[in-house]
């Protein structure tokens, strides 16, 4: 009897376990929408609105082919070839070099990740479109103590590279923010997210060049920004998303329950059920530095969510987490766009309005008649512009006669 109490149990965890594997793999590559945009190949702009700016979100292109193979980079060759009529704007999220950003002259891996910094820079150097780079953690030497000389590095190349010292921003590191206005109507905000969760020298006050004296200034500066662009759409980068139904969010495959040490290497294929989920587990409690669960970034995320609730017109992009979603909370708008040049898994449901797991990034259309739509574009064999695995009018509220409010802690 004791054998029937010790055996069914394993029994029917590992029956659950192969049903959920067989179920992910059938269904992982698949989009999710929620019910309600279910049809939305059937909804478009107005034929008769122009585009007035139109702003490519691109986040993690670290690993992109260099033998001109690259879907992402075709992808990208399109979209400016379709934008030259009018203003445009490509912003790159973060992780532009992997493994560990831009490393030193005369290192191993130099040369290489010149050759990758050169071709980007070259493409888009041939358009007019306006381009900005920004950090994330591999930028930052994976976020280790010595990052910040790293991230300095890639900055120093890329401003060179592209002749221009807007090209790569917040600029020295620092936390920002910085607005750029795209269009009567449209603001981008830049942040550095990295700064955060960033361990070691990182860059703050007059002695590093950066505005800002101390963090909670950042706060203040933040919504004094946001309350005064209230009357129009504001557009924030970041490296860090905010939500997330991926690795980073918490979530986690079967798979790697069940093979946890592929974390460590991917050879290491030794099958460690039950034992395996406390790894996972132990990400979704505590986390790594870089997992929403960590107390700096879990700090982070409360203060900004704090300051973005009292606005209806935050359109939220990150990158970091290898796949593309979206979601809407409180009629604002969070967006994943860091499949760049990975992908990774993603959960269906939850918050999320559409998620996917393929390569690609989002575009963000803003017309005459006010109207900005969001397209995921996604990477197809067939088709060097890509396919539209999603379009959604970003419907929010503006308030054209916001009043200053006083300035409080945050």
Same mark, same amino acid.
């Given at each position: 009897m004791l054998f029937y109490f010790l055996v069914i149990p394993v029994v029917l965890i590992l029956a659950f376990l192969a049903f959920s594997y067989w179920q992910e793999l059938k269904y992982r590559h698949k989009a999710f929408y929620k019910l309600s945009d279910i049809g939305w190949q059937h909804i478009a702009p107005p034929a008769d609105a122009e585009i007035v700016h139109s702003v490519a979100m691109i986040g993690d292109v670290g690993a992109f082919a260099t033998d001109g193979s690259d879907p992402i980079l075709r992808m990208l060759d399109n979209w400016q070839v379709q934008n030259s009529g009018h203003k445009a704007t490509v912003v790159f999220l973060g992780d532009n070099l992997y493994p560990v950003g831009l490393p030193a002259e005369n290192t191993k891996h130099r040369q290489k990740a010149e050759e990758r910094l050169d071709l980007l820079t070259d493409k888009l150097k041939q358009f007019n479109s306006r381009s900005i780079f920004m950090s994330g953690n591999h930028d930052w030497n994976k976020g280790r103590k010595n990052g910040y000389q790293q991230m300095l590095r890639q900055e120093n190349y890329i401003t060179q590279r592209m002749g221009n010292p807007e090209a790569f921003l917040p600029a020295n590191g620092c936390p920002g923010p910085h607005a750029i206005q795209l269009a009567e109507g449209l603001l981008l905000v830049v942040i550095n997210t990295q700064w955060w969760v960033q361990r070691g020298e990182k860059p703050? +006050?007059?002695? @590093?060049?950066?505005?800002?004296? $101390?963090?909670?200034?950042? @706060? #203040?500066?933040?919504?004094?920004?946001?309350?005064?662009?209230?009357?129009?759409? #504001?557009?924030?980068?970041? /490296? /860090? *998303?905010? &939500?997330?139904? =991926?690795?980073?969010? +918490?979530k986690f495959t079967v798979r790697q329950h069940i093979f946890p040490l592929l974390a460590a290497n991917k050879r290491f294929l030794i099958p460690l059920p039950i034992f395996g989920s406390l790894y996972p587990f132990y990400r979704q409690l505590f986390g790594a530095a870089?997992?929403? $669960? /960590?107390?700096? &970034?879990?700090?982070?995320?409360k203060r900004l969510l704090r300051i973005f609730s009292r606005y209806s017109n935050i359109v939220y992009i990150a990158g970091h987490d290898h796949n593309l979603q979206h979601f809407e909370v409180r009629k604002n708008h969070f967006l994943v766009s860091g499949a760049g040049s990975k992908t990774a898994f993603v959960t269906k449901g939850g918050k999320a309005t559409f998620t996917v797991e393929q390569l690609g990034f989002f575009v963000f259309n803003y017309y005459s008649n006010g109207q900005l739509w969001m397209? =995921?574009? #996604? =990477?197809?064999?067939? $088709? *060097?512009?890509?396919? #539209?695995?999603?379009?959604?009018?970003?419907?929010?509220?503006?308030h054209w006669a916001a009043k200053p409010a006083p300035v409080k802690k945050l």
């Amino acid at each position: 009897m004791l054998f029937y109490f010790l055996v069914i149990p394993v029994v029917l965890i590992l029956a659950f376990l192969a049903f959920s594997y067989w179920q992910e793999l059938k269904y992982r590559h698949k989009a999710f929408y929620k019910l309600s945009d279910i049809g939305w190949q059937h909804i478009a702009p107005p034929a008769d609105a122009e585009i007035v700016h139109s702003v490519a979100m691109i986040g993690d292109v670290g690993a992109f082919a260099t033998d001109g193979s690259d879907p992402i980079l075709r992808m990208l060759d399109n979209w400016q070839v379709q934008n030259s009529g009018h203003k445009a704007t490509v912003v790159f999220l973060g992780d532009n070099l992997y493994p560990v950003g831009l490393p030193a002259e005369n290192t191993k891996h130099r040369q290489k990740a010149e050759e990758r910094l050169d071709l980007l820079t070259d493409k888009l150097k041939q358009f007019n479109s306006r381009s900005i780079f920004m950090s994330g953690n591999h930028d930052w030497n994976k976020g280790r103590k010595n990052g910040y000389q790293q991230m300095l590095r890639q900055e120093n190349y890329i401003t060179q590279r592209m002749g221009n010292p807007e090209a790569f921003l917040p600029a020295n590191g620092c936390p920002g923010p910085h607005a750029i206005q795209l269009a009567e109507g449209l603001l981008l905000v830049v942040i550095n997210t990295q700064w955060w969760v960033q361990r070691g020298e990182k860059p703050l +006050g007059s002695a @590093y060049n950066c505005a800002i004296e $101390s963090i909670e200034q950042f @706060y #203040v500066e933040l919504n004094t920004l946001l309350r005064r662009n209230a009357h129009q759409r #504001v557009l924030i980068a970041a /490296h /860090h *998303p905010l &939500y997330s139904n =991926a690795q980073h969010g +918490g979530k986690f495959t079967v798979r790697q329950h069940i093979f946890p040490l592929l974390a460590a290497n991917k050879r290491f294929l030794i099958p460690l059920p039950i034992f395996g989920s406390l790894y996972p587990f132990y990400r979704q409690l505590f986390g790594a530095a870089e997992d929403m $669960s /960590h107390r700096r &970034y879990k700090r982070m995320r409360k203060r900004l969510l704090r300051i973005f609730s009292r606005y209806s017109n935050i359109v939220y992009i990150a990158g970091h987490d290898h796949n593309l979603q979206h979601f809407e909370v409180r009629k604002n708008h969070f967006l994943v766009s860091g499949a760049g040049s990975k992908t990774a898994f993603v959960t269906k449901g939850g918050k999320a309005t559409f998620t996917v797991e393929q390569l690609g990034f989002f575009v963000f259309n803003y017309y005459s008649n006010g109207q900005l739509w969001m397209e =995921a574009r #996604v =990477a197809d064999e067939k $088709s *060097p512009e890509g396919l #539209v695995a999603f379009r959604k009018e970003l419907k929010q509220e503006l308030h054209w006669a916001a009043k200053p409010a006083p300035v409080k802690k945050l």
